[in-house]
């Protein structure tokens, strides 16, 4: 009844798409997935930054990394494979060289690290702690794409609550962590990462898939295996978001596969807090706009009046 | 500025067994240079995510007009290839950084294959600034030679086949135009061809830049996909390139 109730109000408020991600304060729910927005600046033409909820900067090391060799990148029916392993120019050169140009756009920039042992994951976090206008991190535990390290951490409940531990004492703002779905149960380790003391986790990362030339009869990418990412992904990861949401108490964000509004919906309705949009940025630079307008076209005509309404709806008797 | 922008096609016209030319027509055409590219949507093809990387053939900014020069290389250019006149096309673009446009001097123009496809926009442009580019165009066979005509308009054009069917008998690098000398060498092919072509360049010590098609995903320098090795580094290929100067690349020649 009382929905009902709401609904004759429809067209008289906008939803209210805000909310507060474990202290983070977000404008909408909707963010980009590291390693397929760049900087952001690669996508000015398309998109005012200002509007997004967060936007994830790609993996930043202690160091700078080549990343692998080519062919990284081998699409599938629905989706990609990429084997990039975390090029960037390490994390001096973001914030003498980037960092300023991202500190004055008025939405959450968010640097996600990544490492190949637990001191340059704290090394990393110490200096982005002191950054006035990164206000969260994303604790990179899930690169499938690096030998040495990444997923190593995010696929053993002990060494992912341990880097989470460790990191979690020397920054002191929003952490957040990046999960692997190439685990036997990710409730075991959102669980313990919880615990370890993250702020949110983000879930999931690219999922471990390979693909064959069978002209060359060799891997098609230079590392053999790579990470699947893309449409194809997403009953997959809408699988694990609910699960993990049905466990920890921290805020959840969603991620893998969304490619329109209606896909990050069924993600919030799933129980995720908030949302990610990776790989339909490569399709639609525009894509991120589409969906913060269809999430609140979808609320205002279904008469809700917070996105915080239909997180976890599915849940609901 | 980038924009993505829905074509009209206005034509599509089949030049041999694997080639077509897309005549495509928008008000909002921007300025693009010569050895740019666009990323082109492909819709309705099952197996077909991203979007695909074509050269900017030829542009016409009086009217509006867009011409893409496309080989068959799979499912997506194959599902490309049968757009009808009417339909929409939704383009990323211009892309890439395009080719360094001399002043003066005499240039060598090498295409090969589909290769072709940005050579005739940069001889274009070439003839237009009063110089006189050579075009030499490498194919297997007479059959894979198009638009002869066109070419034919702005340079001098010259033919290789590797079976003798039509021009000098066997590769670009084997022509006899070379024996000339050249100020400037633009290449676009295979990567064996330019291989070839960036190795005649460094002997002559003639400034030679070439056109790389790595496989790519987003064309705006964000995913890194489509990398390749230069001597300070990995460069995006869609954002630092399409076009590179071969003393930048670290090819083995």
Not at chain 2, 119 to 134: T, V
Request: overall charge neutral.
């Amino acid at each position: 009844m009382y929905g009902r109730f709401r609904i004759q109000y429809k067209g008289f408020n906008m939803a209210d798409l805000k909310l507060n991600l474990n202290g983070l304060k977000l404008k909408n729910p909707v963010m980009t997935a590291s390693g397929t927005f760049g900087y952001g600046l690669e996508f000015q033409d398309f998109v005012d930054l200002n509007k997004l909820g967060a936007f994830i900067v790609k993996g930043t090391t202690i160091n700078q990394r080549e990343g692998n060799p080519y062919p990284r990148m081998s699409e599938t029916p629905s989706g990609m494979l990429n084997a990039v392993g975390l090029q960037n120019k390490g994390v001096d050169y973001f914030i003498e060289n980037i960092y300023p140009l991202l500190k004055d756009i008025n939405s959450n920039v968010i640097v996600n690290v990544s490492g190949a042992t637990i001191s340059d994951y704290i090394a990393t976090a110490e200096k982005i702690n002191d950054l006035n206008h990164i206000p969260a991190i994303e604790l990179n535990i899930s690169c499938p794409n690096v030998k040495e390290g990444g997923m190593a951490f995010g696929t053993n409940v002990c060494s992912a609550a341990e880097v989470v531990a460790a990191v979690r004492k020397v920054y002191n703002k929003h952490l957040m962590v990046k999960l692997s779905p190439n685990v036997t149960d990710i409730r075991a380790i959102a669980t313990a990462v919880e615990t370890a003391g993250a702020d949110s986790v983000s879930l999931i990362n690219t999922l471990m898939g390979m693909a064959v030339n069978v002209k060359t009869r060799k891997p098609v990418l230079s590392t053999v295996t790579g990470g699947l990412s893309g449409a194809c992904v997403k009953p997959v990861a809408l699988r694990m978001v609910w699960q993990v949401a049905s466990v920890v108490k921290i805020p959840v964000v969603g991620l893998g596969g969304i490619m329109n509004a209606e896909d990050a919906l069924e993600f919030l309705m799933a129980g995720a807090n908030a949302i990610q949009i990776g790989t339909a940025n490569f399709i639609d630079p525009t894509i991120t706009m589409k969906v913060i307008e269809g999430i609140n076209a979808y609320l205002d005509e279904n008469g809700f009046t917070s996105v915080k309404e239909i997180v976890g709806i599915i849940n609901q008797a | 500025m980038k924009k993505i922008i829905d074509f009209t096609v206005r034509d599509n016209r089949r030049l041999n067994k694997d080639m077509f030319l897309l005549t495509l027509h928008s008000e909002e055409l921007p300025e693009m240079k010569p050895g740019q590219f666009v990323n082109v949507r492909i819709d309705n093809s099952p197996h077909t995510f991203l979007r695909r990387p074509i050269s900017v053939h030829d542009i016409d900014m009086n009217n509006g007009l867009l011409y893409l020069l496309v080989k068959i290389a799979g499912e997506g250019t194959e599902h490309l290839s049968q757009i009808r006149v009417n339909e929409k096309l939704n383009i990323l673009l211009p892309l890439g950084n395009g080719f360094t446009m001399p002043d003066t001097g005499k240039h060598l123009l090498i295409g090969g294959g589909v290769g072709v496809a940005p050579i005739l926009f940069l001889a274009k442009e070439m003839n237009r600034k009063g110089l006189s580019p050579i075009v030499l165009v490498g194919c297997r066979t007479k059959e894979d030679i198009v638009l002869q005509e066109t070419f034919g308009n702005y340079c001098r054009l010259l033919h290789t086949t590797e079976d003798g069917s039509y021009g000098e008998t066997g590769y670009p690098t084997q022509h006899s135009v070379l024996a000339e000398n050249f100020d400037g060498i633009y290449c676009c092919g295979p990567e064996a061809m330019m291989k070839a072509v960036a190795r005649y360049a460094t002997q002559k010590n003639i400034e030679c830049e070439v056109s790389l098609e790595n496989m790519m995903a987003c064309g705006l320098g964000a995913c890194l996909c489509c990398v390749t090795e230069t001597k300070e580094g990995n460069k995006c290929v869609c954002t630092e390139g399409s076009v590179f100067n071969i003393k930048d690349l670290t090819w083995q020649i």
